[in-house]
């Protein structure tokens, strides 16, 4: 089993390479926004809890998260390995995660951050925002507010899986073919 946490800013692609991760080696992709998305949709106890908590402009606390993601985990035992995408994203979510992973008798063994110019990201977000409507993507405030947010909290990650010789940075190239090039040679020096 090779557990991933697949880090970088909205719009760099981490939903694409976590496809063709997928897709090449059997992995189960756990995005947490589409965890809890899919919980609020089916309308479970946990679903409702969380749709009430966003609806109040709070956020999901990490024992819901973390929790969800033991769930998912215990589903899927058989499981060649996880990508975990969208989580960690404090040191604290970080040393939650490890925790209960190691009492599942695993761990992250890598974190792959996607780098891309911002530049490339705020065009492929208004893209998006074109084509999947989401105006969240199309306001340039909000797109420089989510990447300051991403700065401030990630550092801390990135210094935390480092310290434990786990952090790698993709490069990424012009086509999702090319990256996923450099995800394979950074997951092959963990396999």
Known sequence: MLNIVLFGPPGVGKGTQAALMVQHYGFKHLSTGDMLRNEIKNETPLGKEVKQLIESGF?????????????????????????????????????????????????????????????????????????????????????????????KQTKPVMAYYSAQGKYHIAKCSDTPESTFAVVEKIIASHV
């Open 59 to 151: 956020l999901v606390s990490d024992g819901i998260v973390i929790a969800l993601i033991k769930e998912q985990i215990a589903a899927y035992k058989d499981a060649k390995g996880f990508i975990f995408d969208g989580f960690p994203r404090t040191t604290v979510q970080a040393e939650s995660l490890d925790k209960m992973l190691e009492a599942q008798g695993t761990k992250i063994h890598v974190m792959i951050t996607l780098d891309v110019a911002q530049e490339i990201i705020i065009e492929r977000l208004q893209k998006r925002a074109v084509i999947e409507g989401r105006s969240d993507d199309a306001d340039l405030e909000i797109i420089r507010n989510r990447f300051e947010n991403y700065e």
